[in-house]
């Protein structure tokens, strides 16, 4: 995974491009001796005994960001919370121009620390209203674009309610200031079929 980020996309994308990099597994959080936590993303051969080794650090992980030059990644992951350092910064919605000019790093989580990741037939409860809101749902009426922060409030709201209040989602800049935004799926406002 970090050889694939790292490396091979750095190499793959260039200064106006968007990547989103979705993440499906578990999280954990490791205590370092200055007290503060360290978040780990658990690879499927990823060992929970030897994080430094075999997870990937949300330190790497910042490391890896900064070294692709894509103006917009956005990481969704779909996994208890690992100590992600998120902060959020409040944005107008016709501000879009310049949410896309500037530069962002952005994360969108399945839930909190103490949050168990809520499943429903088989599936993700997160994963679920995350595509649904993809898909069209999170977009209100009249608007063809979504931003980050809209998505992730749509989200949290109703990832706390179908998971019966078990799961409340997280998101935001890990750095820079712009936003990641997607488009609503379908032809374009005015387009003749």
Known sequence: I???????LRQQLGANDRLL????????TDQLRSGEEEGYLLPVDGD????????ISMTALRQISDRLPAKHILYI????????AIFNRAIADDLLAEM????AIQILTA???QDEAQERAGHGVFTDVLVRGLLGDAFPPGKSWLAL???G???KARVFAESNKQQLPQYGNLSGEGQFVFQKPGPPPGARP
């Open 149 to 151: 922060e809209e998505l």
């Open 77 to 84: 992951v779909d996994a208890c919370y690992s100590g992600y």
């Open 111 to 113: 839930g909190r620390q």
């Open 21 to 28: 990099v979705f993440f499906a597994g578990h999280g954990k």
């Open 100 to 103: 896309l000019k500037k530069p």
């Open 48 to 55: 929970p005994q030897q994080l430094f080794s075999t997870a």
């Open 2 to 8: 970090e050889r694939l980020l790292g490396d091979q």
């Open 153 to 155: 409030l749509w989200v």
